[in-house]
């Protein structure tokens, strides 16, 4: 399945996003496929926005407002969720 340039998959319960061309480079999990899509919207916000950062900084969820200062190679959404940040 595809979504937003992202493939997704299912592993272990999990569905997982990847950029399909760089599939180790960043991952984005979770259980509920409306989550993962969400945060697959999440990270393409400042493309739609484009150079009015404020603008996507507001809207942007706090886990990608915190993973643009400090980009890791995976987001597990779940956790992010139960820890209030989705």
């Known amino acids: 399945m595809h979504y937003a340039?992202?493939?997704?998959?299912?592993?272990?319960?999990?569905?997982?996003?990847f950029d399909p061309n760089e599939p180790e480079a960043f991952k984005i999990f979770s259980r509920d496929l409306r989550r993962l899509k969400a945060g697959i919207d999440a990270l393409w916000l400042p493309c739609v926005v484009g150079n009015s950062r404020q603008l996507a900084d507001e809207s942007a969820p706090r886990w990608r407002r915190e993973w643009a200062r400090n980009p890791v190679g995976e987001v597990d959404l779940d956790a992010e969720n139960a820890r209030g940040a989705c």
């Open 5 to 17: 340039s992202y493939s997704i998959t299912r592993e272990k319960g999990r569905f997982v996003g």
